[in-house]
């Protein structure tokens, strides 16, 4: 019995080397959630995914236990817990270790292959001060939100497609979502998909309408995501594939003999 116990706990583990060596060789996409305070990117990217482990909530704003180290104070910024009579103050390079809330979660794309996507939010940060620098860092999309019943947070769409590039996300597939499209009324829903497609086509995204509190058309919005995000790395890898044999063919033979026809 024991022995027997032995071998399927070996098959166990045999099993999830297995599982975590196809993790390993999955493309993987890292896509962040951009967009103003309250606008639903924490309730989007829960829905699509599994909430991180460890993760402890605040209100708004969502941290790890081990996201501080404090080791500058040159520019302070404030961040309120609703659950606390008193307002603690916090530094911009305190998150020097930053873990905004991350979801992970395999999607599959056309040809039968699947990617890992790893969605990242703020967790309330640009309510209280410019995002760190390595949010932004080797980012392969990236959604901006907004509420479709707040017009100003599609106006600010730009505004946010503008801050990502600026810090390095330009060649990242962009896609423009609209939240609460069920608290939309049926009678004004044509007009406010009319605005939210010119501004996407403003910048070059793709766009969608999406609802944290339903979950309507998260999980299609994603696969459109990851379906692009996958076509521009495979045009990158083509790319690289052709300018490389492009350098073989120009090589020169190290031969001085040459052939002359006449």
């Known amino acids: 019995i ?26 993987k996409f890292k896509v962040i959630l951009l967009g103003d305070g309250g606008v639903g990117k924490s309730a989007i990217r829960k829905k699509f995914g599994e909430e991180a482990a460890g993760e402890k909530t605040s209100g708004k704003v969502r941290l790890f236990s081990t996201t501080f180290v ?4 040159s520019l302070s910024l404030l961040c309120t817990h609703s659950h606390a009579s008193h307002t603690q103050i916090l530094t911009q390079s305190s998150f020097k270790a930053v873990k905004k809330g991350v979801s992970r979660k395999v999607v599959k794309v ?27 860092t080797g980012v392969h999309g990236a959604i901006v939100l907004y509420d479709m019943t707040e017009p100003e947070t599609l106006e600010n769409a730009p505004w946010w497609h503008r801050e990502g590039t600026r810090n390095g996300t330009e060649s990242a597939v962009y896609m423009l979502m609209g939240n609460k499209v069920d608290a939309v009324k049926a009678d004004t829903l044509e ?7 010119e501004k996407a086509t403003g910048f070059g995204a793709l766009y969608a309408q999406v609802s944290a509190k339903t979950g309507q058309n998260i999980e299609d919005a994603f696969r459109r995501l ?3 995000m996958a076509d521009s790395a495979e045009d990158d890898d083509t790319g690289r594939e052709s300018k490389d044999s492009l350098k073989i063919r120009r090589k020169e033979p190290r031969s001085g003999r040459f052939c002359v026809l006449l």
Request: glycine share 6%; proline share 1%; charged share 55%.
């Open 2 to 27: 024991i022995r027997s116990c032995r071998e399927r706990e070996r098959e166990r583990e045999r099993e999830r080397e297995r599982e975590r060596e196809r993790e390993r060789r999955m493309k």
């Open 70 to 73: 404090l080791h500058d104070l």
């Open 110 to 136: 056309e040809d039968g292959k699947t990617v890992m996507l790893e969605v990242h939010d703020t967790g309330g940060m640009e309510r209280y001060a410019t995002i760190p620098r390595n949010y932004y």
């Open 191 to 197: 007009e406010e998909t009319k605005r939210g497609k």
């Open 226 to 228: 990851a379906q692009a």
